[in-house]
């Protein structure tokens, strides 16, 4: 699938599963800007990029607030070229009781999960909009397709990004624009193994016994950036290896 002369953004980059789908993307032909918090992560995940004959950039900086948001989208451009490519990765997750989620928990969940996919899509979509041609793909969750005890805050911010994948890819398809997502389910990365979730006794009730790869979304999301997706839009992409079927 060649991705040669386009540009991507994949937030969240440094780690898990957006470092996977930048690898991903890189090796199908993309330009990858490495947008992340965590500076080292970022730098490691161009550094794998470059070590195999693609091109990347890192930007440091939160993707969930307008004024780094801007800057980082202002020297992509710049390094790299307009942006037809944007996978709003970079995410956070909790487990808490209801009761106990308190406003500020609440207000650090959405503006990360939610806002932040917002305002990069919004910084980057009038790219995509002057080039005719233009894929996003928003990493959603299970947990908003199932629901989730003691994530109802994590869980409300998914389902947020998966409405906010539809609206887009009603208010874009004319523009050629697909705006799609994935809602992974259970993927080993450092985020699932900082969490409560014990790996192993999940993986061995799952249908396949295993836990997700990143590489198992970075899959799925090569394939919907693909000019091959081009008749795709507004769809849920479950990668949880029969986990969840709505
Ligand atoms: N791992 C799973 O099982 C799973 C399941 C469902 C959904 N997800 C979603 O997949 C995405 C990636 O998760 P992961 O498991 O790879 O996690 P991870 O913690 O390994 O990686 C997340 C990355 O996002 C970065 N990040 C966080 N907040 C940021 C911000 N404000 N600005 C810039 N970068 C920021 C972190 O520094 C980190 O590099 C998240 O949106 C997560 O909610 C993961």
Redesign the pocket.
């Known amino acids: 699938m060649s991705l040669n002369g386009k540009v991507a953004v994949v937030?969240?980059?440094?780690?898990?599963?957006?470092?996977?789908i930048a690898l991903q993307l890189a090796r199908d032909g993309a330009a990858v800007a490495v947008?992340?918090?965590?500076g080292e992560?970022?730098n490691e995940t161009v550094a794998m990029i470059t070590a195999s004959g693609g091109k990347a950039i890192a930007c440091v900086?939160?993707?969930?607030?307008a004024q780094?948001i801007a800057s980082s989208a202002a020297r992509t451009r710049a390094e790299l070229g307009p942006i037809t490519i944007l996978v709003?990765?970079?995410?956070?997750?909790g487990f808490c009781r209801f009761e106990e989620i308190t406003e500020e928990m609440m207000d650090r969940m959405m503006?990360?999960?939610i806002k932040?996919p917002f305002l990069c899509t919004q910084a980057i979509i009038p790219d995509m909009v002057a080039a005719h041609w233009g894929r996003i793909v928003n990493?959603?969750?299970?947990?908003a397709q199932t629901g989730a005890p003691m994530m109802a805050h994590?869980a409300t911010s998914?389902g947020g990004?998966i409405a906010f994948t539809k609206t887009l890819a009603r208010e874009y398809a004319e523009k050629g624009i697909t705006v799609n997502n994935i809602?992974?389910?259970?993927?080993?990365?450092?985020?699932?193994r900082?969490?409560p979730?014990d790996v192993d006794a999940q993986a061995a009730q799952s249908p396949m016994k295993r836990?997700?790869s990143?590489e198992d979304?970075a899959a799925a999301c090569s394939y919907l950036v693909s000019e091959a997706a081009g008749y795709v839009t507004g769809h849920t992409l479950g990668v949880n290896g029969g986990r969840v079927m709505p």
Request: charged share 10%; aromatic share 6%.
């Open positions: 937030t969240g980059s440094a780690s898990g599963i957006g470092r996977a947008w992340d918090l965590n992560g970022a900086g939160n993707a969930a607030t780094d709003n990765n970079a995410g956070i997750t503006a990360i999960n932040g990493i959603s969750s299970s947990s994590y998914k990004v809602p992974p389910g259970f993927v080993d990365t450092p985020m699932l900082a969490s979730v836990a997700g990143p979304i």
